[in-house]
């Protein structure tokens, strides 16, 4: 079975709560260190949502799914071409 590769794109909703929290962490923690280790997080995921997009809890919708990413979550679509981030 050939593997197709999907492109990952954020909404504009799931950037602004991206920035939201990192924004948040970096104020409390005074530092971005903690933002920084969940961004890797995030890429990390997202590498593996590419390789096996159905791998994480599906929602009513069956081409939205529900990734636990420690105490966040992050949700996105599968369409044929890409992987569309809504929101984290």
Known sequence: MVQRTRKIVWT?????????IFL????RNKSTSYSRKLNVL????LKQIV???ESAIESNNSN???KILS???LIYQIT???IV???I
């Open 64 to 66: 939205v799914r529900l």
């Open 42 to 45: 995030l890429q990390e995921s």
């Open 24 to 27: 948040y962490w970096n104020q």
């Open 12 to 20: 504009s909703f799931a950037k602004e709560s991206k920035y939201a």
């Open 85 to 87: 981030v809504l929101d």
């Open 51 to 53: 390789k096996f997009p």
């Open 71 to 73: 105490h966040f979550e």
């Open 80 to 82: 044929n071409t890409q």
